[in-house]
């Protein structure tokens, strides 16, 4: 069985917090490959300063250029309208065959706020989840990060999940598993690239060398 990790987001731009936390989870579940995969028109935040598509697009591509197992995929952007993950998994299900095992790869934030997607009930029929945790978000207590995403499994996607904390996974009879995975905390966000820049300030710790000479190059995010 081959493992693929779908990593949708906006990437605008790609930091090397996404990188280094996809490095940990490529490593940490043995997948043989993950793919970037950035919104054409994210839904949630049509109302941020979004760089052109093909510009992130472009920016991915510089970022992960030299990294084992990392690929990235302009389907949303083909797609005309906003970009829903639920087409995306589905195009990925019907090019793979039965053999490959896709994962869908999200940070906790964005997980929290999983019930404002398209069809999210779906989603949890159609691949497992591994909801990686990200600084701020529910780390001070273990248990409560437990509860939180309990509560919302239950209220919002089925009673039937349950977790199991040898595994940090929860699990359902029926739907995919959601797994709870601890990378290093890596306090890097888009918004504090777009902020340092429109700040007139260095972003050389935030992002790949040849992300910051492209943004410069194009005079995105002044
Ligand atoms: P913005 O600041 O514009 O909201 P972002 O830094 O959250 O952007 P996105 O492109 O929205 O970047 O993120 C794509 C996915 O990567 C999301 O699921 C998000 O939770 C996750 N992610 C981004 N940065 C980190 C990080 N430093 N640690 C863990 N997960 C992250």
Not at 162 to 183: C, G, I, M, Q
Not at 191 to 220: A, C, W, Y
Request: proline share 5%; with cysteine; charged share 25%.
């Amino acid at each position: 069985m081959k493992k693929l990790g779908i990593f949708g987001g906006t990437f605008n731009p790609i930091h090397r917090g996404h990188l280094i936390v996809a490095k940990e989870v490529r490593e940490g579940f043995d997948l043989d490959q993950i793919c970037f995969v950035p919104a054409a028109i994210p839904p949630h935040k049509q109302t941020k300063k979004v760089a052109e598509a093909s510009h992130r697009l472009e920016m991915i591509r510089l970022a992960i250029a030299g990294y084992d197992g990392f690929s990235v995929s302009d389907v949303e952007l083909k797609r005309s309208g906003p970009s829903y993950t639920i087409d995306t998994l589905d195009h990925f299900k019907a090019i793979y065959s039965k053999k490959t095992q896709i994962y869908f790869i999200i940070g906790m934030d964005a997980f929290l706020d999983i019930e404002t997607w398209k069809s999210f009930h779906k989603l949890f029929s159609v691949a497992p989840f591994i909801v990686m945790s990200r600084p701020g978000v529910l780390n001070s207590e273990p248990v409560k990060k437990v509860r939180v995403v309990t509560k919302l499994l239950v209220a919002k996607i089925s009673s039937g999940y349950y977790f199991d904390s040898a595994r940090n996974t929860f699990f359902h009879p029926e739907k995919k598993p959601v797994f709870l995975f601890d990378v290093t905390p890596v306090d890097i966000s888009a918004t504090m690239v777009r902020e340092r820049i429109g700040q007139g300030k260095s972003i050389s710790s935030l992002v790949p060398e040849k992300v910051k000479e492209f943004i410069e190059s194009k005079g995105l995010y002044l």
